[in-house]
């Protein structure tokens, strides 16, 4: 009977090797202690969608997280619409948190719609009435309440 010795040190030639990516919850973790250049290379990858969204909610203030909500001028416009509206809560956030300042950011963005968006999701309620009074143009305005 010593083909039942062979049984288990053969089975194993015929199994597939196991997997040896890290895990969704291990790419994550990973993102705690990542560089900013770090997060921005995974917010724009190809990883997993968890992944880049939490990567976009770890980023600081800068360039990349301002392309990414659409407040930059040169904003791209390929970014997925989820992962975008995850950068304009992370700018409130930063503003909430004193880190952004709300007065400069409004001033320096051509996009009045995406300030809005940013101002509603501050905690602070009086972000969105002063971006709506900073409205001069009535073409704006227009396409706001159209």
């Not at 290379?41 to 990567?55: I, K, M, P, S, W």
């Not at 997280?65 to 930063?94: F, M, Y």
């Not at 509603?120 to 143009?137: K, M, R, T």
């Amino acid at each position: 009977m010593r083909f039942k010795h062979f049984v288990k040190p053969l089975s194993g030639l015929f199994r597939p090797e196991a997997s040896h990516a890290p895990t969704l919850d291990t790419q994550v973790a990973a993102l705690e202690s990542a560089s900013p250049e770090a997060l921005v290379a995974a917010t724009l990858g190809d990883g997993a969608d968890a992944v880049r969204a939490a990567a976009v909610r770890r980023l600081p203030d800068g360039e990349p997280l301002r392309k990414l909500a659409g407040l930059s001028e040169d904003a791209s416009t390929h970014v997925p619409s989820n992962l975008e509206r995850i950068a304009q809560e992370r700018v409130a956030e930063l503003i909430d948190a004193g880190a952004v300042d709300f007065a400069a950011l409004r001033a320096s963005s051509k996009n009045i719609d995406t300030v809005l968006s940013v101002a509603a999701a501050c905690a602070n309620p009086d972000c969105l009435p002063e971006v709506l009074a900073s409205i001069q143009d009535p073409q704006q305005v227009s396409s706001l309440v159209v």
